[in-house]
T-cell receptor
Framework: DGGITQSPKYLFRKEGQNVTLSCEQNLNHDAMYWYRQDPGQGLRLIYYSQIVNDFQKGDIAEGYSVSREKKESFPLTVTSAQKNPTAFYLC?????????????FGDGTRLSIL | EDKVVQSPLSLVVHEGDTVTLNCSYEVTNFRSLLWYKQEKKAPTFLFMLTSSGIEKKSGRLSSILDKKELSSILNITATQTGDSAIYLCAGGEHNNDMRFGAGTRLTVKP
């Protein structure tokens, strides 16, 4: 079945540690996105990528980094510079813009601080 | 500042009830409004609305956009326990500038 796979489902970070969240899709979508979801708030865009080897900052990119070396993969690194990383992280993909197509989401990774 | 506001934030109903969820938007560049259902983890797509006044339907769910009022509603008739979820709406021009609301948490009791 086509879809988006995020791993791990749960992740714990120690102070000063960088952690990487995995996102893989087999939908052949050009565009991929990372969102952060906090209780009582809407999804907020961290980074997005419209094409391989290119990515752009979203609204809350500080403390995060990404790469897009393959079409299928868009890993997110939460760096030690992100002082409040506890959240639910969602990866999504879509057929690329400018046609505004619905996004397909993964099951998310819940990140907590130890 | 662009924003999307959903109401109510939470709602508890009994099976068979009809519910209406609201979404209002203030976005600089608007092309479409989307509704998603988030049951446990991954939001799943319900509707995309681009034209005012045209209702979209899928089974017991329907939605309509009012560009004059900058709002949309999502109706669910004859609710079932499986409709329990968080319903998200998002508005914007492109996927990379979509603004999401905080969601409405719907609980349907047997």
């Amino acid at each position: 079945d086509g879809g988006i796979t995020q791993s791990p489902k749960y992740l714990f970070r120690k102070e000063g540690q960088n952690v990487t969240l995995s996102c893989e899709q087999n939908l052949n979508h050009d565009a991929m996105y990372w969102y952060r979801q906090d209780p009582g708030q809407g999804l907020r865009l961290i980074y997005y990528s419209q094409i391989v080897n290119d990515f752009q900052k979203g609204d809350i990119a500080e403390g995060y980094s990404v790469s897009r070396e393959k079409k299928e993969s868009f890993p997110l690194t939460v760096t030690s510079a992100q002082k409040n990383p506890t959240a639910f992280y969602l990866c999504a993909s879509s057929i690329g813009d400018p046609d505004n197509q619905p996004q397909h989401f993964g099951d998310g990774t819940r990140l907590s601080i130890l | 500042e662009d924003k999307v506001v959903q109401s109510p934030l939470s709602l508890v109903v009994h099976e068979g009830d009809t519910v209406t969820l609201n979404c209002s938007y203030e976005v600089t560049n608007f092309r479409s409004l989307l509704w998603y259902k988030q049951e446990k983890k991954a939001p799943t797509f319900l509707f995309m609305l681009t034209s005012s006044g045209i209702e979209k339907k899928s089974g017991r769910l329907s939605s309509i956009l009012d560009k004059k009022e900058l709002s949309s509603i999502l109706n669910i008739t004859a609710t079932q326990t499986g409709d329990s979820a968080i319903y998200l709406c998002a508005g914007g021009e492109h996927n990379n500038d979509m603004r999401f609301g905080a969601g409405t948490r719907l609980t349907v009791k047997p």
